[in-house]
Every structure is written in C-alpha cells, then in structure tokens.
C-alpha cells in the first residue's frame, strides 16, 4: 500500500515518527513535506498529498498539523476527497467503516504518538463496509 504524507511545521515531529512506524509495517510512502520545524503553511502539504490520492498515484493519505483542522479543510477541497481528523482509533475507524475516508488527518498538538499510531493502525487496515454507507458517501460531492 501506497501513503502520500504531509505535515507543517507543527506535526514534523509526529510526522517523521509515524514514517518510520509505517515503514516497519512495509508501507511504501510519498512524503511531500514538510522537512523541518521551520514555519510553514499546510496547505503547501495539503494539496499534493490530495492531488496523489486523488490521481492514485498513492492509495490513502495522512495529513498532520497543530490541531488538525487547517490540513483538513484544505483537502477535503478537492473532489472525491474524503479527509477525516481524527484524534483516537475509534474514531479513524469509524471514518473508514462509514465514510470510506481516504485520508486520515491527525492533530500533531492534541495526540499522543501512542494514539496516533493505533489511529494509523486502524485506518489502513479497516475497509469500507458499503451497503447502506454508500449511497451517504455518493451523496457528499452533489451540488458541488
């Protein structure tokens, strides 16, 4: 499986830590950034992690920043985008269970890299259950 990874300066800790757990999981990733702690605006890291989900160039994403809302809105932006922040593992299942979310978005500022890491867990191993679910999720992109 394929994760386009993107973060400010906020989550750059949590980032790099969470690439290398996905890593020992044999997770192939595209990090998009950011590279340090230097300030830096999510949405320069919101977009490509969307555009490569959203050209299925990656599979899913994961997207950091102080709270998590920022990254969040920026991606859920683009079409066919469904971006979940998520902040326990409940929560990230949920998403996918029932919205069939296809990035997972954390708040750097408001997780534990302990959560964060069943967060990771639990997304990109539960699958979408569909049924009644679906014609939900069908209905997220009309007016658009």
């Not at 300066?9 to 044999?26: D, G, M, N, V, W």
């Not at 299925?56 to 920022?70: H, I, Q, R, V």
């Not at 867990?121 to 939900?136: A, I, P």
Request: net charge negative; hydrophobic share 40%.
């Amino acid at each position: 499986m394929k994760i386009a990874i993107g973060c400010d300066h906020a989550a750059f800790q949590l980032k790099e830590k969470l690439k290398i757990y996905l890593q020992s999981k044999a997770y192939e990733l595209i990090d998009f950034g950011c590279y340090s702690e230097e300030r830096a605006d999510y949405p320069d890291y919101a977009h490509p992690v969307a555009n490569a989900v959203e050209s299925k160039e990656a599979d899913f994403g994961l997207l950091l920043c102080g709270s998590g809302n920022g990254i969040n809105m920026t991606a859920n932006k683009h079409s066919g985008i469904r971006s979940a922040l998520c902040w326990m593992a409940e929560i990230a299942e949920l998403a996918r269970l029932h919205n069939d979310a296809n990035i997972l978005t954390l708040p750097a500022r408001f997780i534990t890299e302990e959560e964060a890491k069943k967060c990771v867990d639990v997304f990109y191993t539960t699958k979408f259950e569909g049924g009644r679910h679906s014609d939900r999720v069908n209905k997220i992109n009309e007016g658009c």
